[in-house]
């Protein structure tokens, strides 16, 4: 059962220690929040608080300037401990003041792995290896991709003038993957996929729903150059012709063919390749904007990569879409959450090989 929530707002400011409830007005100048939750980029928090005399901002002051503050983000709970789970950790990246107000802009923790540049070489390891190596440096957790092995092993991997997260970018290249940080955890996974819907929402109907939900289909889906397949082509051990491709799709501009060197010769790393060349390329045929009143559905609150099912919005866009990034927006007396969905027309493939998408698709209502 989706359990509504509360118009409130708990941050905890680490070193020194905070603690701002909006519910305790004498403690609480916070006027607007907001937090934008992604992948493959960073997540965002925005706190905007009541500063008129510079008096919140010059008590985190000290002799070295402002600290890179840590900051956790409750929102939405219907008891004042805000124990149902943080929604946002992050690090101080920017701070403003305008017309008596303070603004902090927090970014997720791959904020340090962006700060400085490194030279050095990793040796014997594979790239997931790598990712994991990377994780654990900064003091996260680390989830990988779903599929079992960790990919070739290399014998040296030279990091040189990049930062730690251009490094991390590059490998998730090579493996097809997207990375991002939530918390306390570094996330290397494949493209997203439909899944088991989370939550129901029947547009004009539910009672969630608030203003400005828009849909969106574009026809043709590939104005900006989608490929239909990516092929990557290069020599392998003995210099032998190397050729492999990605998975294909009925539209898109056609053959793109791809020529970078490969740490390792493979079939698996050359076909890893193609792959991420053509999911990040991809344009989405349906996308879609839905404002609503958070709830929790049952086992937690919808999130990015989640898998939602829009009901009513006519034969065109009604179906299963992923949740590719959320927002939330907290101000007095107001509680929002936006999602940014989207889905593609799918392939013969994707229909044997995905139950949850098999039994909602309408092979009669579409034309893939």
Not at 12 to 24: A, G
Not at 43 to 70: C, N
Not at 141 to 152: A, E, I, L, N, T
Not at 294 to 299: F, K, L, M, S, V
Request: charged residues 30%; contains cysteine.
């Amino acid at each position: 059962m989706a359990i509504p929530l509360a118009n409130h707002c708990i941050i905890e400011l680490v070193e020194p220690q905070e603690r701002l409830d909006s519910w305790i007005k004498t403690q609480s100048p916070i006027i607007r929040v907001s937090v934008n939750l992604t992948t493959d980029k960073s997540s965002e928090a925005v706190l905007v608080v009541s500063d008129p005399a510079y008096r919140f901002t010059d008590h985190y002051i000290s002799t070295a300037g402002m600290p890179q503050l840590t900051a956790r983000f409750w929102l939405g709970f219907n008891s004042p401990d805000g124990k149902d789970g943080t929604i946002y950790t992050g690090l101080l990246a920017r701070h403003e003041w305008k017309d008596g107000e303070a603004t902090f802009v927090f970014h997720d923790k791959s904020l340090k792995m962006k700060q400085a540049r490194r030279s050095r070489y990793h040796k014997k390891i594979s790239d997931i290896a790598i990712l994991r190596k990377l994780a654990i440096e900064y003091n996260l957790k680390f989830s990988g991709p779903d599929r079992k092995d960790d990919g070739d092993m290399h014998d040296d991997v030279m990091q040189y003038s990049k930062t730690d997260w251009q490094l991390a970018q590059e490998v998730a290249r090579r493996q097809g993957l997207r990375i991002w940080v939530h918390g306390e955890t570094f996330f290397a996974k494949e493209a997203n996929t439909i899944k088991t819907p989370v939550a129901q929402i029947i547009i004009g109907k539910d009672s969630r729903l608030l203003r400005g939900y828009e849909f969106n289909y574009k026809l043709p889906e590939n104005k900006r150059g989608r490929p239909s397949l990516v092929q990557y082509r290069g020599r392998a051990a003995g210099g032998k012709l190397l050729t492999e491709s990605s998975d294909e799709n009925t539209r898109g501009i056609g053959e793109v063919i791809g020529r970078e060197s490969l740490p390792t010769n493979s079939r698996l790393a050359a076909q890893r390749l193609a792959q991420s060349k053509k999911d990040r390329r991809r344009e989405h045929a349906f996308e879609g904007t839905i404002t609503l009143l958070p709830h929790y559905p049952e086992g937690g609150r919808i999130n990015v990569r989640d898998t939602v099912d829009i009901r009513e919005a006519g034969e065109l866009y009604s179906g299963l879409y992923i949740v590719g990034e959320t927002r939330y927006e907290f101000a007095a007396g107001r509680l929002e959450q936006q999602l940014n969905i989207h889905r593609d027309f799918p392939t013969v493939r994707d229909l044997e090989n995905n139950l949850a998408l098999r039994e909602h698709f309408k092979p009669e209502g579409y034309n893939a």
